[in-house]
């Protein structure tokens, strides 16, 4: 069960507008978009400093860009929210960083999202159930959504990805936003490129590509939600995988042999979850360079690293506790969700690295079976038809 979205505390309330807000260049009649962030992590704060340059530039966006925060108190005893809007950082989650001061920090959920016509959802995954069931039914006619969440959600009848909760508990159409982006490098605009998933509407994908799209970060979209989103749900399954090598000190090709296994299950189980997946996705940013930048720089290769070097004796929540400061590890629970859809479907016995990582995590079985699992040879007879996906 995904834990419910807690409720926040309103502390000061936000200025209730950028100061600055203007019609820039005018909307000549037609529609202007109003956007809002929700989510105010590492990627989420760097999404708002994107998404905040390009729409004060834009004359088709607002200028204020809201970004919804889950309010906490620093330390010092201030409010997060208010040191954000105090500061124009985010000093929790990136520290050092100005997001553009056309960005308002908010608390309150239902407040952030009103006036928005442009949803940017950006959150660790396992909040985004409770964060949807507060929205439901709270949201502007027409507004159209976008999800940069890596991860999904299992359900009684099979695996539910984000976009798709977020369509059907909001009633909106949801695109997605993948691909190699590790949050600081983006922060200290490094060049990056991303991929923006969608359905059929090919004149909002540009949209959102419009809004994302800088010098140093480039956006391609292409038609593809579920195999976008697959691609960032699953390279973090593989990310564990690449961090128990590193920490067991198996070497650069030990690695990149997970880091090709990982790829190929990735692709075979996409497919078999949803055959309109393309190929060709897999070699986009989201694909293949999501899957490398995270098997060399992410996080969750590094907390996977430690459990591996701890011999799995200190768990994952208390190294992520320890080392990430209050931000989430996808992987872990995304091992735990894949392995229960391979369960259910009696498909455990081909995806043997996949199902090996969760064993791994919960201590079933000692890092090292990483690099034996392979004695277990994907059995294609257990699923039709199913060799071709490999
Ligand atoms: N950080 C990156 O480099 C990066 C890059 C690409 C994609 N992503 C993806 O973006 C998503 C968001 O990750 P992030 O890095 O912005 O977050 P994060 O891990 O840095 O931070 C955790 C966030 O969760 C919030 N939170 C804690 N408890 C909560 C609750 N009960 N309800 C709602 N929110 C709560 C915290 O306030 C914080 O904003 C994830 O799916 C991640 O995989 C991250
Ligand atoms: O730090 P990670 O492991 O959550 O990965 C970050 C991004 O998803 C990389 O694109």
Redesign the pocket.
Known sequence: MAPPVAMESQGTAPPNSFSNQGETGGDGGSQKFRVTVVGSGN?GSVAAKLIASNAFKLTSFYDEVRMWVFEETLPSGEKLTDVINRTNENVKYLPGIKLGRNVIADPDLDNAVRDANMLVFVTPHQFMEGICKRLAGKLKQGVEAISLV?GMEVKMEGPCMISSLISEQLKVNCCVLM?????NEIAVEKFSEATVGYRVNKEIAEKWVQLFNTSYFMVTPVQDVEGVELC?TL??VV?LAAGFVDGLEMGNNTKAAIMRIGLREMRALSKLLFSSVKDSTFFESCGVA?LI??CLG????KVAEAFAKNGGKRSFNELEAEMLQGQK???VSTAREVYEVLSYRGWLELFPLFATVHEICIGKLPPTAIVEYSEHKPNFSLVEGSAQFF
Do not use: E
Not at 179 to 183: K, P, Q, S, T, V
């Open positions: 990627w890596k691909g190699a982006n590790i949050a960032g390279k973090n990310a999501d930048t995270t992410g996080r969750n290769r590890l996808q992987g």
